[in-house]
């Protein structure tokens, strides 16, 4: 599940990005290309990327089982 989380926060991020770059014109070529909706979403994906791959980093590490 870790490491799920870890893939699924990078894939987040580097979409994100794009995304980003994309709706604040920086990437031309695409209908997103200065759309300020592309723009915010790719910052709403940058940070549930950020979120997932802290969790699936830094996140609990027992699988269910109690720490004693």
């Known amino acids: 599940m870790r490491t799920t989380l870890v893939i699924v926060g990078v894939?987040?991020?580097a979409v994100?990005?794009?995304w980003f770059l994309q709706g604040s014109g920086?990437?031309?070529?695409s209908?997103?290309?200065g759309s300020s909706f592309w723009e915010w979403t790719g910052v709403v994906a940058?940070?549930?990327?950020?979120?997932?791959?802290?969790r699936g980093a830094f996140g609990?590490?027992?699988?269910?089982a109690h720490n004693t």
């Open 46 to 54: 940058v940070i549930a990327g950020v979120a997932a791959l802290a």
């Open 16 to 18: 994100g990005v794009v």
């Open 31 to 33: 209908f997103m290309s």
């Open 11 to 13: 894939v987040l991020i």
């Open 60 to 64: 609990s590490r027992a699988s269910g």
């Open 26 to 29: 920086h990437l031309a070529g």
